[in-house]
């Protein structure tokens, strides 16, 4: 099935999480403007090396370094019957940039999915998550503890908590997502691609909820 989604949602909503079980659900690729970032800087490049300060602090890259980044991704052949971007767009000028690109290629979006959660949710999750280094899975201490402490299920990975994974960094990052993404819910609102899923709930019943919206969005 051919889809084009954006998952929104302030970090710790479960974007990620619900994007890696949707993304196998559809064959579609799971497209993480985050994760994109964090490789760059393992490979420690130049744009690994620009957005650090920024993830560090908990504010966003520029718009023009993070759309150029997303423009070269979405244009490989694997994006071709769809994808699913989870922490892009986040900005209206970024949300432009993405309606223009796919229009230059004869597509557009079939669904935007905001994932709701209120900040003292966001910020419980967000303060026992950890990622597997390798294949970049996300657990939670309390929530979705993973089999064996420290071991990633999926693929026995080590997991590790991000370094911009401190208190001070989450609230700025739920006062930059409240600036400047927020806007996006009454953007996609306007040109009726927004679905909203109560995110409060179990994983697998935000999944399901998810899985009904695609339906009827991607037939
Ligand atoms: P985001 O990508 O929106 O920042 P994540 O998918 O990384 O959010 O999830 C944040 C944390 O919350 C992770 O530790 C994850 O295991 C946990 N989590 C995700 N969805 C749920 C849920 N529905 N209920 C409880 N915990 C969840
Ligand atoms: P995430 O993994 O989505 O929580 O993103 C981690 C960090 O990467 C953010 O705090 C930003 O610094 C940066 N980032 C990710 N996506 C974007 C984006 N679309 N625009 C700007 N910065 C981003």
């Not at 959660?117 to 657990?139: H, I, K, P, Q, S």
């Amino acid at each position: 099935m051919g889809c084009r989604i954006v998952l929104l949602g302030m970090p710790g909503a479960g974007k990620g999480t619900q994007a890696d079980q949707l993304a196998e659900a559809l064959g579609i690729p799971h497209i993480a403007s985050g994760d994109l970032f964090r490789e760059h800087l393992h490979q420690g490049t130049e744009l690994g090396r620009l957005a650090q300060g920024y993830m560090d602090r908990g504010e966003l890259v520029p718009d023009e370094v993070t759309i150029g980044m997303i423009a070269e991704r979405i244009a490989r052949p694997d994006c071709a019957e769809g994808f699913i971007l989870d922490g892009f767009p986040r900005t209206v000028a970024q949300a432009e940039a993405l309606g223009r690109l796919l229009s230059q290629n004869g597509t557009r979006l079939d669904m935007v999915a905001l994932i709701r959660v209120r900040e003292e949710v966001a910020l419980a999750r967000l303060a026992g998550r950890w990622t597997c280094r390798n294949c970049g899975a996300v657990y939670h201490t309390l929530f979705n503890p993973p089999r064996q402490a420290g071991v990633c299920d999926a693929c026995g990975g080590e997991l590790y908590q991000r370094s911009d994974e401190t208190e001070e960094a989450h609230r700025r990052r739920l006062k930059v997502y409240q600036e400047q993404t927020a806007p996006l819910v009454e953007y996609y609102r306007r040109i009726g691609l927004l679905v909203e899923i109560d995110g409060e709930q179990s994983i697998d019943d935000v999944q399901a909820d998810l899985r009904a919206t695609v339906e009827t969005a991607c037939g």
